[in-house]
Each structure stands twice: as structure tokens, then as C-alpha cells.
T-cell receptor, first 115, second 113 residues
Framework: DAGVIQSPRHEVTEMGQEVTLRCKPI?????LFWYRQTMMRGLELLIY????????DSGMPEDRFSAKMPNASFSTLKIQPSEPRDSAVYFC?????????????FGPGTRLTVL | KQEVTQIPAALSVPEGENLVLNCSFT??????LQWFRQDPGKGLTSLLL?????REQTSGRLNASLDKSSGRSTLYIAASQPGDSATYLC????????????FGKGTRLHILP
């Protein structure tokens, strides 16, 4: 298996622009998680899905952030409009909810820089 | 609210030594605990997962223990190598059907050649 795939790997954009991050979970996994990592705050869970349904979005910082999972093999995290404080590494992870204790497997991340 | 703490934040150890990384959590009602490794600029790699009913898990030179009642886990690395240099994070998943895991901020390990 190719593991969790994220694109792009790096994104540099200007303040006010829309940013879309993409994730393809491991085939057969039914839970998907979006995280943000910064030096100051560490890893924070933004939102997670079970069977394509958003379960908990309490970590989404504000209305500028939105996430979708239209099918079992694809998810997007959108920021609009982007701000410099959104600069961080964004990780996607997936797991098989009822197998292996829900062990999470992470993608390589997208490094976002908002100028 | 579950909080996960890892002390120290950074550690340097000469090659060949055995070492222990610590993780503590405030709420003992956990479903499992997972140890990850993160190399600079990379994603997280799962190392070991311990279910709440287990006391330890082993993989090669790594051994993770869990003491739920005291809210502690340790990751033991035997015969450390320069390739072990990375940040190690622990994360706990609480009981109750929730799939969320709470991460510590990690211990940055440097093995001196």
C-alpha cells in the first residue's frame, strides 16, 4: 500500500488567497483525521471523519477552515481566506476504526506558508 | 480534559546507551496509547500501540510500557544508534468510542556518534 497520500507537499501563498489541501487515506480505512502542527502548539486535531461523515470539528479554528470527504478515498481541507497565522504543517491520518485498536497512520504532511 | 506531557523536551545520549523516554497523562480512562517517531520535515511513523489491557509492547530494540493507574508510559530504546535521532511523540486515545487521540509535544532525541 502507498500509505496516506497528501498533496501538495509544499504550498506558498499570499494572505487572502484560498488554499486547498488534499488527502487520500489508506485503502480500506474508514476514519480520517486532519491535524495541524506548529512549534508553539504541537499537533492539534482539526477535524475527523468516520465513514465519510464529519464526527468532531471542534478543533477547526474558525469559519475560514472547512473540510469535506466526498468519498472514502478523498478528503480536502480548505482555508479561505488564508492568513499568515495559518502557516503550519498540515497532516492527514487514517485508521481502521475497529481494527488494530484504531492505530493511526500519517501522511507526509503539507507545509503551508502564508505570506 | 486529557493532557499528555513528555519530559524532557530534548535529550542527548552517546551512541550505544540504553535510554528511556517518558510520557504522562492526566486521565487514566484510556483506550490505548501510541508512540510515534517524527524525523525532521517528515510525517509521523507509528512505532508501538499499547491497548489499555496490556502492560507492554516490544518491537526490535523498542519496548513500550504502560501503567494506566499512575498515568505513565515509557519508551525504552536499547543500544541506541545515530539513526534513532528523531522526535518521539506519545498519544492517548480515551475510552468512550471517541476516535480522537491527544498528543504530547514530544521529546527530541539526539544520539551522539
Amino acid at each position: 500500500d502507498a500509505g496516506v497520500i497528501q498533496s501538495p507537499r509544499h504550498e506558498v501563498t499570499e494572505m487572502g488567497q484560498e488554499v486547498t489541501l488534499r488527502c487520500k487515506p489508506i485503502s480500506g480505512h474508514n476514519s480520517l483525521f486532519w491535524y495541524r502542527q506548529t512549534m508553539m502548539r504541537g499537533l492539534e486535531l482539526l477535524i475527523y471523519f468516520n465513514n465519510n461523515v464529519p464526527i468532531d470539528d471542534s478543533g477547526m479554528p474558525e469559519d475560514r477552515f472547512s473540510a469535506k470527504m466526498p468519498n472514502a478515498s478523498f478528503s480536502t481541507l480548505k482555508i479561505q481566506p488564508s492568513e499568515p497565522r495559518d502557516s503550519a504543517v498540515y497532516f492527514c491520518a487514517s485508521s481502521l476504526r475497529r481494527g488494530h485498536g484504531g492505530e493511526q497512520f500519517f501522511g507526509p504532511g503539507t507545509r503551508l506558508t502564508v505570506l | 480534559k486529557q493532557e499528555v506531557t513528555q519530559i524532557p523536551a530534548a535529550l542527548s545520549v552517546p551512541e550505544g546507551e540504553n535510554l528511556v523516554l517518558n510520557c504522562s497523562f492526566t486521565d487514566s480512562a484510556i483506550y490505548n496509547l501510541q508512540w510515534f517517531r517524527q524525523d525532521p520535515g517528515k510525517g509521523l511513523t507509528s512505532l508501538l500501540l499499547i491497548q489499555s489491557s496490556q502492560r507492554e509492547q516490544t518491537s526490535g530494540r523498542l519496548n513500550a510500557s504502560l501503567d494506566k493507574s499512575s498515568g505513565r508510559s515509557t519508551l525504552y530504546i536499547a543500544a541506541s544508534q545515530p539513526g534513532d535521532s528523531a522526535t518521539y511523540l506519545c498519544a492517548v486515545r480515551r475510552l468512550g468510542g471517541d476516535d480522537k487521540i491527544i498528543f504530547g509535544k514530544g521529546t527530541r532525541l539526539h544520539i551522539l556518534p
